[in-house]
């Protein structure tokens, strides 16, 4: 990892859960380079703030990205680098 982040980590764990929403917390804490706790932390903000459902399966989570939309400031990125 870079000395920058450039998402903050319920970013990291919402593009995480996107990419593959079979992912237990531990999965994605080690996918991420996180602690569990913060991966359950940022995940239970993500609900919180109704970005992802959990939905049980068997003894286990799983995770679904909702159709919230972003931000207004980050709906109007488009591109990065020079225009």
């Known amino acids: 990892m ?5 998402l903050t ?4 764990v919402l593009a995480c ?10 999965d994605i804490a080690d996918r991420l380079d996180i602690t569990e ?3 359950f932390g940022a ?5 919180d703030a109704d970005y992802i459902t959990k939905v049980r399966v068997g003894r286990n989570n799983r995770y ?9 400031h980050l709906q109007q990125i488009t591109r990065l680098g020079n225009t």
């Open 2 to 6: 870079s000395a920058i982040e450039l």
């Open 9 to 12: 980590i319920n970013g990291r």
């Open 17 to 26: 859960v996107a990419d593959d929403p079979n992912l237990r917390l531990r």
């Open 37 to 39: 706790r913060s991966a």
């Open 43 to 47: 995940v239970t903000d993500l609900i």
């Open 64 to 72: 679904k990205v909702t159709n919230r939309p972003l931000a207004r």
